[in-house]
């Protein structure tokens, strides 16, 4: 299961750089296209995945304050996974294994991806969501 967390997260972080702003070769957006594509390779390393988060934690503190939702929602994820590693390198002088750092994190990425739908829909119960004058809902759609 995480060789496929690991391999979904890494093409949505290429799908997103791509969409949003093209193939950058002279940003730290290059760099997580670069860590990513490097995790494709093998999936199931924890330390290659390690340093696809770290590349984005990075990335994302460079476009801070001017990020959305969604890129936060990954940048606190992964500064949290990537503290869970390092507290796990202090404790056992050693990485988790694949398996084990799965088993350790879905329940949280369960509960975040419970919250991120639970706010976007929280953010759309106000009266001019549905009023074409004002809401975003339409030109979004």
Known sequence: MFGLFSTLLAVSLILHQLWWDGLETDSL???VVLAALWLLVRPTSVVRFAMMLAAEVVAV?????YVGDHTLVVFVSGLAVLFLLGWT????RRLPAAGELYDTIAP??????????AAAALSKLNTDFLDPQTSCAGPMS
């Open 29 to 31: 957006h290059a760099v």
């Open 61 to 65: 503190v460079g476009d801070l304050p």
């Open 89 to 92: 390198l202090l404790r056992s």
């Open 108 to 117: 949280f990425l369960r509960v975040q991806l419970i919250i991120v739908y």
